[in-house]
């Protein structure tokens, strides 16, 4: 790979992380640093589905901390978030912790981020008419994360959708919403299904090998999406397996979507993310769907435009890395390397039945709609709307 390495780069700041196995027990004493009372949101199973998480009410009352629960379902709407936070100024609360997976963790940085402003939620998403810069002002936020996917509990956005003609797939965003606490425990991760299993890891995969070969990646993300992907070889299909019910494996995944979404976070993300916000907003499909069935052909055209250049690449080299680290195998040459990647890909395609954007409604009158509003400034290589519509072609 190339030693060439961008080292002028700025960071976002990181929550205080606690992370292994049995951290959930850091939760009551984390939210009495803010106070006694707290807003818990949390899925609609997340508490019953999780023995470690079974007990946590009960633990919060020994601690004296007065909780009310928020249950939420799917991923966060403008209206669910009104709502909640409608509910949540009904009394002060000190601090908002939220238990879950990705959406549920983005619905509670979001309400975290309304409870002290005065505007509906949707006067503040980035892209939306009439749009407000939000101050900053949010009360103390708490994400544990059970699913291993979006790495929410590291980011500072909240992805806010609305799905059906004329929707949108959009961030609340600020620098403040970065949780102020993030507690990744992989025992409360040993119980989830294995599709949520397939589909979260890989976005957690999509969002490492995106921010690794976006333009914008320095010396700082190489580093976490490098471990990242190291810690998500060694575990996704054992997790997705017989190795489901292994902390240890489930802590390899926690932990590389933990780094892909400080690498997200300060390097941005590529044309699969940017076909899920205009997508996503059309269509109700899951974003770890999403993610799983775009990547291969995403990852065959980037390479296919790359090598077009006919020049060395920076981006070639990384591709070329990426399959070693997936493979754990050495290649004669950096093509040889981009191919056997793209063919793991397919191959996980195949293995884990990763359904195609047809199922869910597509077609390809949809591809011009798709195209015009997507976005990905971050991509490895510069796509033009003939590439894009490539890439949904082979998966519609």
Request: with cysteine.
């Given at each position: 790979?190339?030693?060439e390495?961008?080292l ?6 990181l929550?205080?992380i606690h992370f292994g ?7 009551p004493s984390?939210?009495s640093a803010y106070?006694?009372t707290?807003l818990l ?7 019953r589905?999780?023995?470690?998480a079974?007990?946590l ?13 928020l249950e939420v379902a799917g991923?966060?709407?403008p ?6 936070v409608?509910?949540?100024?009904k ?9 879950g997976?990705?959406s ?8 975290s981020?309304?409870l ?5 939620v ?5 892209g ?6 939000h101050d900053g002002?949010?009360?103390?936020f ?5 699913t291993s996917?979006t790495g929410s509990?590291?980011?500072n ?16 965003r600020?620098?403040?919403?970065v949780?102020?606490?993030a ?5 409360l991760?040993?119980s989830l299904?294995r599709?949520v ?7 957690a995969f999509?969002?490492?090998?995106e921010a690794?070969l976006?333009?914008?990646a320095s ?9 990242g992907?190291?810690?998500?070889a060694?575990?996704?299909e054992?997790a ?6 292994s902390?240890a494996?489930?802590a390899?995944?926690a ?5 892909s979404?400080?690498a997200l976070a300060?390097a941005?993300l590529g044309?699969?993310?940017g076909?899920a916000?205009?997508?996503?907003g059309?269509?109700?499909i899951p ?9 291969a ?6 390479i296919r435009?790359l090598q ?6 920076v981006g ?9 680290i997936l493979t754990g195998k050495s290649?004669?040459s950096?093509?040889e390397a981009c191919e ?7 191959a996980?395609?195949?293995?884990f039945?990763f ?5 869910f409604?597509?077609s390809e ?7 015009a509003?997507?976005r990905s400034?971050s991509?490895?290589?510069p796509?033009d ?12």
């Amino acid at each position: 790979m190339s030693s060439e390495q961008n080292l002028d780069f700025s960071i976002l700041p990181l929550p205080r992380i606690h992370f292994g196995a049995g951290k959930l027990s850091c939760l009551p004493s984390s939210v009495s640093a803010y106070g006694r009372t707290l807003l818990l949101v949390t899925g609609r199973s997340t508490l019953r589905r999780s023995e470690a998480a079974s007990g946590l009410l009960e633990e919060f009352h020994r601690s004296g901390i007065e909780v009310e629960l928020l249950e939420v379902a799917g991923e966060p709407s403008p209206e669910l978030i009104d709502h909640a936070v409608e509910l949540g100024r009904k009394r002060p609360f000190d601090a908002v912790a939220a238990i879950g997976g990705g959406s549920v963790l983005d619905a509670g940085k979001a309400i975290s981020g309304m409870l002290l402003q005065h505007h509906s939620v949707e006067r503040f998403i980035e892209g939306r008419p009439g749009v407000l810069l939000h101050d900053g002002r949010k009360v103390p936020f708490i994400a544990v994360p059970t699913t291993s996917g979006t790495g929410s509990e590291v980011t500072n956005n909240s992805v806010i959708s609305r799905v059906g003609p004329g929707g949108f797939k959009r961030s609340l965003r600020h620098p403040a919403f970065v949780p102020d606490v993030a507690i990744i425990d992989p025992e409360l991760m040993v119980s989830l299904p294995r599709e949520v299993t397939v589909s979260t890891g890989m976005d957690a995969f999509t969002q490492l090998l995106e921010a690794y070969l976006s333009p914008f990646a320095s010396a700082y993300t190489d580093a976490l999406c490098c471990s990242g992907l190291e810690h998500f070889a060694r575990s996704f299909e054992a997790a997705s397996g017989d190795g489901a019910a292994s902390v240890a494996v489930r802590a390899d995944m926690a932990y590389a979507a933990l780094m892909s979404g400080i690498a997200l976070a300060n390097a941005g993300l590529g044309i699969v993310h940017g076909f899920a916000s205009s997508v996503g907003g059309l269509f109700d499909i899951p974003h770890g769907t999403l993610c799983a069935t775009l990547l291969a052909e995403a990852t065959r055209e980037n390479i296919r435009q790359l090598q077009a250049k006919g020049e060395p690449s920076v981006g070639l080299s990384k591709f070329a890395n990426a399959a070693r680290i997936l493979t754990g195998k050495s290649f004669s040459s950096e093509a040889e390397a981009c191919e056997q990647l793209v063919a793991k890909l397919e191959a996980w395609q195949e293995q884990f039945a990763f359904p195609r954007l047809g199922e869910f409604g597509m077609s390809e009158e949809d591809f011009e709609e798709i195209i015009a509003t997507t976005r990905s400034k971050s991509n490895a290589a510069p796509l033009d709307a003939a590439a894009m519509r490539r890439i949904l072609a082979a998966r519609v």
